[in-house]
């Protein structure tokens, strides 16, 4: 028999693959898409793809920032305290690339 899953549990399988795939797939969307387009209509497709990974990736962030909090404290919280440090590592190399990418153009 199935049973059904917690809140905590919900949030952080719906919540980390909707906050980590997209803030994966943005540094290389604005690469190849935006910035040196390497497809034909390169900027147009970017232009629908990077606001819609920005969608995902907030309520991805909303669900894992909803799941840490939540008590009683439990394994759950801690997958999505983890997830959150990936997200932050994640948004660091990628704001840090886009930086130096600004000062050699």
């Known amino acids: 028999m199935s049973r ?3 809140p905590r549990e919900r949030a952080f399988l719906i919540g980390a693959p909707l906050a980590i ?9 604005v690469m190849f898409l935006i910035v040196f387009p390497q497809v034909a209509h390169g ?10 990974c920005a969608l995902a990736s907030c309520l ?3 669900k ?6 939540e008590k ?16 932050l590592v994640i948004a660091g ?4 690339f886009l930086a130096l990418m600004t000062l050699k153009l």
């Open 4 to 6: 059904s899953p917690d």
């Open 21 to 29: 795939i997209p803030a994966l797939a943005f540094l290389p969307a």
């Open 43 to 52: 900027r147009a497709i970017g232009m629908f793809a990077l606001p819609a």
């Open 60 to 62: 991805g962030l909303w």
């Open 64 to 69: 894992l920032a909803l799941g840490a909090v």
């Open 72 to 87: 009683p404290w439990g394994i759950f919280n801690v997958l999505s305290f983890g997830a959150l440090f990936v997200l």
């Open 93 to 96: 190399y990628t704001g840090l």
